[in-house]
C-alpha cells in the first residue's frame, strides 16, 4: 500500500519533562478521516500537536506525501498543506468574518476569492455574517470561521482539534456534516474528539489512544462494533 | 446677556486650545496604543522620544532656515519633517534591535519590557538634553495667526475678540488626515489587517502565515511617524522644551488607557476627553459667566475650579477613576 498522505510514525516525545506520547502512531488516508479518540489526558491532542510540529519528538518521523517534515515550524507545515484548527482561541475576534478568510489566506497572493467563495459554499451562514466581527458570533459559528479560515490555504490536510468542544448537540451534527463535505472534496481530515461516538461514526480510521498509546485502531466502523471498545471507551 | 459674546470667549480660550492639544494627545496617544497591542507593553520612553524626533526637526528647521529656505506664510518646520521622521524610525528600530527585541526572543513579560523602555526613556531623554539643552527653543515661523482678535473683533462688532493661531488650525487639519489616512491602513491594507490580526491573535496569525517581526517594524515605522507629527505640532504651538514633552507621557497615556487601550478609536476619543477635562477644570469661567448672567448676578470669584498648574491632577485623577470603575475603558480595549 502507497504511504499515507500524513503519517505521525513512532512518535515519542512531550512538552520538555516526561514522555507523553509513547510510540504513537497517527496516519490519515487522502480523502479520508481519521479520527483519535481516548479519555481525558490520553494524549489525544497532544498526538494531533506532535504532527503539527508543536512539540519536539525524541523518536519518530512525520511525513507528508512521503516527505519527511518532521524537522519543520509549524509555519512551514502550513506552507505545506498542513491546516490546522486549534481548539481555543482560533478565529481573529474583532476582525470581520471576511477579514478572518483573508488572513488564512495571507501566504497565498492569487485566486483568493475562488476559495472564499467554496467556503461560503460550505458555510452559507458566513456569506451572511461576513461583514460582521467574528468575536460577535455564536459558538457554532464561529467554528465555522476558524474551519474556513484553515481551508483559506488550501490545505492537502486539515486538522480539526475538538471542533465540536461546547457547541450544542445540533450544531455538532451539523459541524460533522460538513466535515464530511470536505473530505469529499479530496482533502485529508484528521480529527481530535470529545464525543468519541458520534465522531467514530464518520471516521474512516479511528485511533483509541491510551496513556499517549495506541491502543485500538480500525475503521470507524470496526471499533464502534468492538464490545471492548464500547465497554472501556464509548458507555457500553 | 450676550451669549455670542460668551460663546466667543469660550471658543477663543477653551474650544480652539483643547481641540489643538487633543489632536497632539491623539497622535500620541495613537503610537501607544499601538505599540501596546503589537508589542504588548506600556512605551514609557513615548514622551522623551517624541523631544527626540522633535529635536530632529528643529535641527533640520534650523539647517533649511540658515539656507535661506521658506514656504512662508507656513513654518519651516514642516519641511523638515520627513528628515525629523528619518531619525526617528532609524532611532526607534535601533533601539528596538538593541533592546526589545532579546526580551522578545526569550519571551520576557510585559513588565520587564515596561522597564526596559524606562531605561530607554532615560537615555533618551539625557541625548535630547544634550543635543537640544533644557531650556525652551522656538522654532516657529512664518505667518503666526490666521486671524488676531482684533481683525476678529473689527470684522464681527463684537465685544470679545477671537485668534487662530496658524499652529493651532495645521493641528487640527494634520490630525484629522492623519487619523484617516491611519483608519484606512488599517482597515484597507494587507499590512494594516496583518497588524490588527497579530494584536488580535499571535498564535493564529502565526499559524496563518504572518511574520511576526515585519509586524513589530510597520508598528514602529508608524509609531515614529506619528511621534514627530505630534511632537512638532506641539512644539510648533507651545514652544520646544524637553521637559515638556517627558510630562505629555501621562496625558498620553490617561488618554490610551481611557479610551481603551489597543482600540485606536478609543485613542482619539480619549485624547480629546483629556485635553477638555485638562483645560475646562482650569479655565476661569468668570468671562463666560459675566456674558451668561442676567445683570446684577454676575460671579464675584475667578470661576476657575482648579490652578493651571493642576492640570495634571485632572489627568491623573482620570486615570485613577478609569483604573478603579472601567480598567477596559470606553471602547473595551486589554486591560493593562
Redesign the interface.
Same mark, same amino acid.
Given at each position: 500500500m502507497a504511504d499515507p498522505v500524513l503519517i505521525g510514525e513512532g512518535m515519542t516525545g512531550g512538552y520538555g519533562g516526561a514522555d507523553i506520547l509513547h510510540n504513537c502512531t497517527i496516519a490519515v488516508e487522502k480523502g479520508q478521516i481519521a479520527v483519535i479518540v481516548g479519555p481525558n489526558g490520553a494524549g489525544k491532542s497532544t498526538a494531533m500537536k506532535a504532527v503539527f510540529g508543536m512539540l519536539k519528538l525524541r523518536e519518530g518521523s512525520v511525513r507528508l506525501a512521503g516527505r519527511d517534515i518532521s524537522h519543520l515550524s @509549524?509555519?512551514a507545515r502550513?506552507?505545506e498543506g498542513m491546516g490546522?484548527v486549534?481548539q481555543t482561541?482560533?478565529?481573529? @475576534?474583532?476582525?470581520t468574518v471576511e477579514?478572518n478568510l483573508?488572513?488564512?489566506a495571507?501566504?497565498r497572493r492569487h485566486n483568493i476569492r475562488a476559495t472564499m467563495e467554496q467556503v461560503y459554499e460550505l458555510f452559507p451562514i458566513l456569506r451572511e455574517k461576513r461583514n460582521q466581527a467574528a468575536g460577535e458570533l455564536s459558538g457554532g459559528q464561529r467554528q465555522q470561521v476558524a474551519v474556513g479560515?484553515a481551508l483559506m490555504?488550501e490545505p492537502t490536510v486539515l486538522m480539526l482539534d475538538e471542533p465540536t468542544a461546547g457547541v450544542s448537540p445540533i450544531v455538532m451534527d451539523e459541524l460533522f456534516d460538513r466535515i464530511i463535505e470536505i473530505a469529499r472534496t479530496g482533502i485529508s481530515i484528521l480529527l481530535v474528539e470529545q464525543n468519541a461516538r458520534q465522531a467514530l461514526a464518520i471516521a474512516d480510521k479511528g485511533y483509541v489512544l491510551v496513556q499517549g498509546e495506541n491502543r485500538y485502531t480500525d475503521t470507524g466502523a470496526a471499533l464502534l462494533a468492538d464490545p471492548q471498545v464500547r465497554k472501556s471507551f464509548l458507555g457500553g | 446677556m450676550e451669549p455670542l459674546n460668551a460663546l466667543v470667549s469660550v471658543t477663543n480660550f477653551m474650544l480652539i486650545p483643547a481641540l489643538a492639544y487633543g489632536s497632539q494627545l491623539a497622535l500620541g496617544a495613537l503610537g501607544i496604543t499601538l505599540i501596546y497591542s503589537i508589542l504588548r507593553f506600556a512605551h514609557f520612553a513615548h514622551g522623551d522620544t517624541m523631544a527626540l524626533g522633535t529635536a530632529g526637526v528643529i535641527g533640520g528647521t534650523f539647517y533649511l532656515q540658515a539656507q535661506g529656505v521658506s514656504i512662508a506664510p507656513l513654518p519651516t518646520a514642516l519641511l523638515a519633517i520627513p528628515f525629523g521622521m528619518v531619525v526617528m524610525i532609524g532611532y526607534l528600530l535601533a533601539a528596538d534591535r538593541l533592546v526589545y527585541s532579546y526580551y522578545r526572543r526569550v519571551k520576557a513579560k510585559p513588565l520587564i519590557f515596561v522597564m526596559a523602555s524606562l531605561g530607554v526613556m532615560f537615555v533618551t531623554n539625557g541625548i535630547t538634553r544634550l543635543l537640544m539643552g533644557v531650556g525652551e527653543t522656538r522654532f516657529e515661523d512664518g505667518e503666526r495667526f490666521l486671524f488676531t482678535v482684533r481683525e476678529f473683533r473689527d470684522f464681527t462688532g463684537l465685544a470679545e475678540g477671537m485668534a487662530l493661531r496658524s499652529a493651532q488650525a495645521l493641528t487640527i487639519i494634520t490630525a484629522l488626515v492623519v487619523m484617516v489616512i491611519l483608519f484606512w491602513f488599517l482597515n484597507r491594507t494587507r499590512a494594516g489587517k496583518s497588524m490588527r490580526a497579530y494584536s488580535d491573535n499571535e498564535d493564529l496569525a502565526l499559524l496563518s502565515g504572518i511574520n511576526p517581526e515585519r509586524v513589530v517594524l510597520i508598528t514602529w515605522v508608524i509609531t515614529g511617524m506619528l511621534l514627530v507629527l505630534a511632537g512638532t505640532l506641539y512644539g510648533l504651538d507651545k514652544g520646544f522644551r524637553p521637559f515638556n514633552y517627558f510630562q505629555l507621557l501621562l496625558p498620553m497615556f490617561a488618554a490610551a488607557i481611557l479610551g481603551g487601550l489597543g482600540s485606536p478609536l478609543g485613542a482619539i476619543v480619549g485624547a480629546y476627553v483629556v485635553a477638555f477635562a485638562e483645560l475646562g477644570v482650569t479655565y476661569a469661567w468668570r468671562r463666560v459667566f459675566t456674558y451668561l448672567m442676567p445683570e446684577g448676578l454676575e460671579p464675584t470669584s475667578m470661576m476657575q475650579i482648579l490652578p493651571v498648574d493642576y492640570k495634571f491632577a485632572v489627568t491623573f485623577a482620570i486615570l485613577v477613576i478609569v483604573l478603579l470603575f472601567r480598567p477596559t475603558g470606553i471602547f473595551k480595549g486589554k486591560v493593562i
Open positions: @509549524p509555519q502550513v506552507a490546522f486549534p482561541s482560533n478565529i481573529f @475576534p474583532s476582525m477579514e483573508e488572513m488564512g495571507f501566504i479560515r490555504t | -
